[in-house]
């Protein structure tokens, strides 16, 4: 709504026989002008347009007009053209007290209008606005003359400028577009740990419905919602970037794109520190060994120890250190941690057994003791002692053999009560593994049945059968019978002839260690005894009706 002014130009020549006159427009009409707009969209729309110019002399025009809009706002403001087409009621010109014809009553008549332009608003609120000047060029004409005049056309150019108020019903601002924003958390990870996507869209209008999609480079993402989680298990190390979209129609600001981005890390390694306690012990003692192990990942971890000496045992946090059988001196303990990756980490801590105080010095009956006491193999006959007489087997020359170890035994432990000796039964390679095993059983508890007959105490000799195992070799058999002194070198040779049947002999034996100094019985066949024939032979014994001819 506002005020205009119009600056009409034209002639219009009109008859009153015999007599022509012609008028011109010339004169500036003021008036009124009102438009009502509906946009179709940001830019274009329809308008209907009234407007008034009266005159006192009856020269006034009125046009009333619609058509098409076009406009381009900005911050503030809104530039416009318009092009219009409709029908202008024109009057006049009169020329009173010129010497025309009074045409008043005749000049009043409805003719096409056309009009072009355009304006710019200034936007105060919202919904109000200035129109700081609307600028229109308009072309009209009218046919003139009812009788008794004879008419003319009026063919009239206008310029005309126009100002006032401008109401918004709706808003003149088009919405904002749409806005997406997106993040990842976390936004650094190690394989494996999963990341959320969230976006953030604003600007939205809540009447419409929303899409949303998610894209990756170089990576697998789905989902339709504003929110996506992507996992990594199988993703390398390095930095990844995820897209999103969100639109709610396909026209120009109602959708937006974002970008997030994450960093897949390299698995680091754990670490692991580890601590003894005490640190220093005497011989055959313990320390507690603590390992702590750290994941950057928080992966689950694995322990495991190892020691230069002694015995460890642990798998978690904590170990115990056993130092029995260690020498004295520094035993390091590993300590070493695994994640489930594959990845692992050692530590290390000392621990030091301490040296023993020396023995006391032996006396010389000790000394001569431990020179005298000449451990010597017990051999047996094939397949002896047999399961039905166990209290038998030991031929005489063996019997002999043992009693001299029981009496030097017993005078060696009244120096060294806790010493200690350990049978261990042999057999040869004939015969089954069960078989062989009760064998070289009842041969062990044969031997020590006997040395606790002649007064050794049952608790100082220990027992272990063999069986198959632990054989000596032909090689090795041979070696003995080359380094027997009790051969001479031509007995040597026919001893090598027959070196299949020793073979047999030496493995049917029982060994005997002094477990305090370590010390074992040498394996010098008898081959000088008497019953040498009888532990030689390949048979076992027939001087009992039941004994075993089974060969073994």
Known sequence: MGYSYLAPHGTVTTSVPPTTFSTTYSSINYGAIGSVSYFFNRYVGGQIEYANHPDGNNDGISTAQAGIIFRYPTEGMSAFVHGLAGGARIGGPNSPGNGTPDLVAHAYTWGPALTVGGGLDYEITRHLAVRIFQADYEYMHADFGPQPYTGGRANIDAARLSAGLVLHFGSITPPPPVQYACTASPSSVFPGEQVTVSGTASNLDPKKKQAYSWSGQGLTVGGSNPTTTIDTASLQPGSYTVSGHVAEGAKAGQSADCTAQFTVKQFEPPTISCLANPSSVQPNGTSNITCTGVSPQNRPLTYSYSASAGSINGTGTSATLSTSGAPSGTITVTGTVQDDKGQTASATTNVTVEAPPPPPAPSPEQVRLEQRLALH????????????????????????????????????????????????????????????????????????????????????????????????????????????????????????????????????????????????????????????????SEKAPVHRKKAAAKKH
């Open 377 to 536: 193999s017990v051999f047996f006959a094939t397949a002896q002692p047999t399961a039905a007489h166990p209290e038998g087997g030991l031929v005489e020359s063996q019997q002999g053999t043992l009693s001299t170890l029981a009496t030097d035994f017993k005078n060696y432990l009244t120096f060294k009560p806790d010493a200690r000796i350990t049978l261990t039964g042999h057999a040869d390679v004939r015969g089954s593994a069960e078989f062989n095993q009760a064998l070289t059983q009842r041969r062990v508890d044969r031997v020590k049945e006997f040395l606790v007959q002649q007064g050794v105490p049952a608790s100082a000799v220990d027992t272990q059968a063999v069986g198959k195992e632990q054989q000596l070799s032909r090689d090795q058999v041979k070696a003995l019978v080359d380094e027997n002194p009790d051969l001479t070198d031509v007995q040597k040779k026919k001893m090598d002839q027959k070196l299949a049947v020793i073979y047999l002999a030496q493995n049917r034996r029982v060994d005997i260690t002094l477990n305090n100094t370590g010390q074992q019985s040498v394996k010098l066949y008898p081959f000088n005894a008497a019953d040498l024939n009888t532990l030689l």
